[in-house]
Nanobody
Framework: QVQLVESGGGLVQAGGSLRLSCAAS????????MGWFRQAPGKEREFVAA????????YYTNSVKGRFTISRDNAKNTAYLQMNSLKPEDTAVYYC???????????????????WGQGTQVTVSS
């Protein structure tokens, strides 16, 4: 149905930047809300950021506001997460998610996704 593939993770020092990409295939990408989640060892999966299908609405968890930016290019069937001023506590596996829905509030953005990527590791050293 929908396949999501993340890329762009790696090892960086605190204060550095990474841009994650999520390439989608299958169903029409432009109709999906897109989200980014992360999971550190021993912790629950955490919502990070989301964007509506049109790109007109975005939402971020408080810990990344002002540092991370989510965007999408529907012509390329790709969503992005630009991560700046990275901190060691950002270390996690980052997952891309897609849902066929229209969101304008946190409850919608933070859950209810139908498809998930395999994840990409982000490690931030001190």
């Amino acid at each position: 149905q929908v396949q999501l593939v993340e890329s762009g993770g790696g090892l960086v020092q605190a204060g550095g930047s990474l841009r994650l990409s999520c390439a989608a295939s299958g169903r029409t990408f432009s109709n999906f809300a897109m989200g980014w989640f992360r999971q550190a060892p021993g912790k629950e999966r955490e919502f990070v950021a989301a964007i509506s299908w049109s790109g007109g609405s975005t939402y971020y968890t408080n810990s990344v506001k002002g540092r991370f930016t989510i965007s999408r290019d529907n012509a390329k069937n790709t969503a992005y997460l630009q991560m700046n001023s990275l901190k060691p506590e950002d270390t996690a596996v980052y997952y891309c998610a897609a849902g066929l829905k229209s969101c304008s509030n946190f409850g919608c953005f933070a859950g209810g996704y139908d498809y998930w990527g395999q994840g990409t590791q982000v490690t931030v050293s001190s």
